[in-house]
Structure formats: structure tokens, C-alpha cells
């Protein structure tokens, strides 16, 4: 089994503020991580390897920086790491990113054969986007599954999994080859052990340029981008709650609550039904 | 099994700059660092002498600068004593210092990752995000450490203690028996504030290279011992104080009542005016004040302790990394000779303490060694001298048409009044006992 996951760089987004003057994220000084999301992607290549003897490799598109995150998520114990680096690669929106990450893992193919499972974390965490698993999928011609909650079997030619709906749980037959996009749900990442640890710190990520995985400069980065940011916003800052009791009594506490309540059309309504389905005493 | 010379515990910079000797001898060191990454956890008011530097690191000080691992060299170094509303000061100024620098202001969190990258080009491997939980023990002797980590046992000759203020692994090592005590340490809180660059030369009247030290003592401590500072940075400044803990638990102060103290002593407040509000960061420790009475038995079989872990810090000069960088050169040394006499043991390491003595690490916590115990034992050294010493430079200074003989006579007579000549005699003889 042949497994690719993809990750991203991300501001470190416990530390991330923004300049409320140009409504940009303020980098300096903001170390990166792995996206959140990715982390559980990688956990999940960890056990595809461990119980299944996957082969994994991890890849993602970004500035020479990036390959600390690479060998960041090769401490899960993962065999081989890449880094798509280009200038030509500079600028990308989704469109332009899936085309860099899909001729990347077809580089990759070439080395270890058909790639079976691609995963990816559900959306990262400063563009949040999540059209980058599912635009991976549709370029590989793969079965696609995003919002992987969690999964029950995997066979030889199709894996049965849980994903998350807007509203409740979906169960599917996924076929192999596919794209799964997972969840943090899934699982737990895990905290590395010593020697894969230290393995990752003396690992060094494969580095490829558009031209060894033969990309189209028109296609990839800032010319292959149809998506141009003309404006950003923050969403004003929230007001706080009203407080409609202090230093009360919790009967006095209570009754002012229920009152506010009852203002609300909503709760009044069940209020009125409550004649038709009799108090549950 | 994961195997090297020499384990680290620690990546501030005692560890760093033994793990940095070790390399450069051809030792396999691994440095075992529990937070995120190197400096991450470390809290200092912000002056690092490059002295024990240039021992270690070649061009320090050019490549500190260049690489802006560094913020600004101190070329003025100042002492304040605040009185009610007013400031007695004593100060030095030497542009000489910009040529060859004495002393630099840090921000911990820069310089400390400069500094692992320059240990990790010299080989030595930095796990972070892991903490040493235990010691491998074989017939007594430390063999290796065991880590946080799933198979986190890594077998090594040799063990240097580099951990900082909380002596969990001295004392698991055997080499410390109690904790440290409320009266051995300070709790030192920070705040880096932001300043633009500009303001900062306007206001401390300097160039953009060269930065100010304030030490603060006096009104702000509520009679506690303790000090405070104001140094700048490239464009924040760094203003703090330290109070053991002892006196804090004794007199029911929390830290940052003492902090906001400072920064609203008029004097203060006028320095920082409207940026008093731009806080940035932060930060708060724990300083080993305790002296030279509260150094842990410095080594063992296999094993040595530097740094703050050692309790090297001279609290009075505000020199605490200076000391950590040299014990770690110097434990570091020791060992070295250790390996190519073939025997590390006690015997072979007990040279470190030798050479701490021989350096002015210990010679500087021996001479100092009485000096925390007389300011504790005699709290109106600092309740009341600062106060005092600034109503008579304002009595003194204030020209009202009184002769000076007469000045000169109140001057006496206030200080007849509130001390006592012979408690003033007392107080400098302690004084002078306390630091001879």
C-alpha cells in the first residue's frame, strides 16, 4: 500500500495577530507549525504504516522554510518526506496549488508505484478553505471523502468510514485509489517516540523544482491563480454578553435568567407546548 | 538503544555552552530540551555580557550583531534610588563600550535560538520538546537518562545537569538533598513593552546600536529587597523587578502589585510616558538568589551541574547567564580532560569545583556571600536609605537663601534624627562586611 499525505505550513495561529490597520496577519516573529488539521492526517498514515506496511511519503508546496514542518511530520515515523519549491510555485490558490501537489505525487508514483490513499487534513488553519484535498481528488481521477470522522475497515479495494455532514454522520464505501480529507475526530496525534524523533531531526527532506516534477509554470503559482484577494476584513469585535445578575442569590439569578428567556419567541413557543406534551414530573 | 557521549539536560545557555565545548572536542552531545525549542521557557531581565562568549563562539560579538541575535550595547549603565516622588542617581556613561562591547540587552527567546543554531552547526543534536524525566542507574552510576518519549532511554558516559532554577534532576542525581527554600530564589515578572525605535533614541538619548541599563531600588519594593530594572531594547523596552519569594509569601504582595509600583513611580512613568500601556509580552521566573550557601554538591560519578540548576547566580550584579555560560564551559572542560584521562568519576570531575574557584564565579559568590542575609536581617536598608538619601539631595540641591553651613547642619541633624550616627556607622560596616 502506497500512501501520500499532504501538509501545510501554517502560522502558528495560537500566536497569530492581526494588524487592525492593514487587516493583515502579522508573520513576524510567528513561528509555523503543522496545520492542526494535517496532524491527524499524519497519525493516521502512522497507523496505515504500522498495521497495513504502508509505504508513506508526505509532501507539501512552500518556501524553503517548510521543510521544518516535513521533518516535523516525519517523526510520526514516516518514510520519506518532499518539498515542492519553486518560485514558479509562488502565489498559488487552491486551483493552482492542487495542480503543484498533483504533479508532485505523480513524481512520487514514479518511485514507489501506484499511489493508493492520498490524506489530507480537513482545511488549514489560515486559509481555511478545504478545497485543496477535494481538488487533489478530482485531478487524480480518485474517490474522494472529506470530513473523515473515523474509519471502520479497510480492504483490499475500498475502505468503509465515518464522515461528518452539516448535520449528523454519513457511513460510506470509499473506493481505493482515493482522497481522504480527515477531521480531528479521527484520532489522536501522537507524541513522537525518541528515535523517530530523532530520526525526523536528522532527516533531509527531498527537494524538487518545477522542473523535476515537469510543471507548467502557467498552471502553477500566481499565473496559474484565477483568485485575486481584493479585499480582506475582520469581523468587528464582539460585544460582550449582558450580565443580568451579580452578587445574587441563585433563586434571584435564576428567575431574572428565566425571564430574559422568555423574551425569546423560541422559547416561549416551547413554553406553550408544554400544555400538549404534559410536564414530565 | 540511542547512545551518546554526553546528554545535556537543558537548553538555556549553562547547557548550550557546554553542549558547544563537547563538540567542538569531537564528543557525540545530545541536549535534551523540554520546551518548544531552546529559550523558550527562559526569563532574564536582559543584560548578556559577552565576556564567556568569546571564549566559546568565534566573532561573537560581530555575528551577534550581524545575525541580530542581540538588541542593543549597553554604553550607559545607571543606578536609581527612588525616593517619594524623586530619584537619586549614580550613573556611567562610556561611548568607548560601542567599539568594544561589555554588555548587551537580549530578548531571551532570539538570543537563546541563535545560540542553538550555532551549537547544532557544530553537531551536537537538540531534542526539544522532550523532558528527562529520570536517570538510567547502574551500580550506582549514572548511565543515561529516560526521557518523556515511547523508548525515550538514551545511554551516554556522562550526564551534565544544565535544568534551570528547579533542581528536580539534581536532586534526583542524588547531589542536592532538599529543594530549594521560598528564601533561596526571587520571583522575578517582566513586561517588554513596545517603543518605537526613534522614541527610544530620543528619550534615552542614544543611536540606534547603543542602549541604557536602568537598576531600580528603593520606594517601589514596599521596603522588600529587592530590584528592579529598565532596559532598552531595539524597539520595546524591558522594565521588571525581583523579590525572594520569602518576603512576597510574608508580606501578602503579589509580584505584579510590585511591577505596577515601578511603573507608576513618577520618575518611571515619566521614562515610559504613554507606552506604559503597549505591553507585548509578558514574562516571570524564578531567580536563584540564594548565593553561595545554596550551591548543590557540584558533581558526582558521571554527572555534573551548571547554571542556574548550580545556583550561580550573583543576584547583586544582576550576573546569572554570564555564570551559566562559564560553568558550562567549564564543566564541560572538566569532562573533556575526564575522557582522555580514560576515568570519569568522581575523582576526575571534582576539578570542576577547582576551576570555579579559580574563575570569578565563585570567587564573586564568596565575596557576596553575606550580603542577601545582612539585607534581610536589616530592612531599613532598604526602607529607609533610598527615601532619606533623596531628601537630603533635594534639601541640599534646593537653594532658599539658607547658608550652607546650616544646610550642612540639618543635613546632619535629619540624618542624627532617622538613623542615628552610630546606626549609621553600624549600617556601613555591615555593609562593608557584607561585600568584602
Known sequence: MNVVVLIKQVPDTTNVRIDRKTNNLVREGVPSVINPDCMHALELAAQLKEKHNATVYVITMGPPQAINALKDAISFGLDEAVLLSDRAFAGADTLATT???????????????????????????????????????????????????????????????????????EKVRVKIPCVLTVTPELNEPRYASLPNLIRSLRYQPIVWNKDDINADPKKAGFFGSPTRVVNTNIPPARKGGDIISKNESPEIAAQKLLDELKKFESIRLIEGLRVLVGDKK | MIKFDVVVIGGGPAGLSAALTLAKSGMEVAVVEKGEYAGSKNVMGGVLYTHPLLEIVDNAVERMVNEKAVERSVIEQNMFLLGNGSVLKVGHRNPEWKNTPNAFTVLRAKFDQ????????????????????DFIWENGKIKGVITSRPEGEIYCKAVIIAEGVNPILTMKAGLRK??????????????????????????????????????ILGEW??????????????????????VLIEELKHRNIKPYQLLDNLKNHPIISDIIGEYKNNVKEYLAHLIPEGGYYSIPQLYGDNVLVCGDAAMLVNS?????????????????????????????????LKSYVERLKESFILKDLEKYKDLMPTMEKNQHFIELYPSLFNRLATRFLTVDGTPKTDVEWQIIDSLRNERGLIGLGMDALKLWKGVR
Open chain 1, 99 to 169: 495542480y503543484t501537489l498533483y504533479k508532485g505525487i505523480k513524481k512520487i508514483e514514479e518511485k514507489i508505484g501506484k499511489i493508493d490513499i492520498v490524506l489530507a487534513g480537513r482545511q488549514a488553519a489560515d486559509g481555511d478553505t478545504g478545497q485543496v484535498g477535494p481538488g487533489v481528488a478530482t485531478r487524480l481521477g480518485y474517490s474522494l471523502a472529506a470530513y473523515v470522522t473515523s474509519i471502520e475497515k479497510i480492504e483490499k479495494d475500498e475502505i468503509i468510514l465515518t464522515r461528518r455532514l452539516d448535520r449528523g454522520y
Open chain 2, 114 to 133: 541563535w545560540f542553538a543554531k550555532i551549537v547544532e552547526e557544530a553537531g551536537v543534536l537538540i531534542i526539544t520538546k522532550t523532558k528527562v524525566e
Open chain 2, 178 to 215: 532538599e529543594d530549594i527554600k521560598p528564601n533561596m530564589a526571587a520571583v522575578a515578572v517582566k513586561e517588554v513593552i513596545d517603543m518605537p525605535e526613534d522614541i527610544i533614541n530620543t528619550a534615552f538619548n542614544v543611536d540606534s546600536k547603543s542602549g541604557v541599563t536602568y537598576e
Open chain 2, 221 to 242: 519594593s514596599e521596603g522588600m529587597f529587592g530590584m528592579g530594572f529598565l532596559y532598552t531594547n531595539k524597539d520595546s523596552i524591558s522594565i521588571g523587578c525581583g
Open chain 2, 316 to 348: 547583586i550584579h544582576r550576573e546569572g547567564s554570564n555564570h551559566a555560560i562559564t560553568s558550562g564551559r567549564l564543566a564541560a572542560e572538566t569532562l573533556v580532560d575526564a575522557f582522555n584521562k580514560g576515568e570519569i568519576s568522581k575523582k576526575t
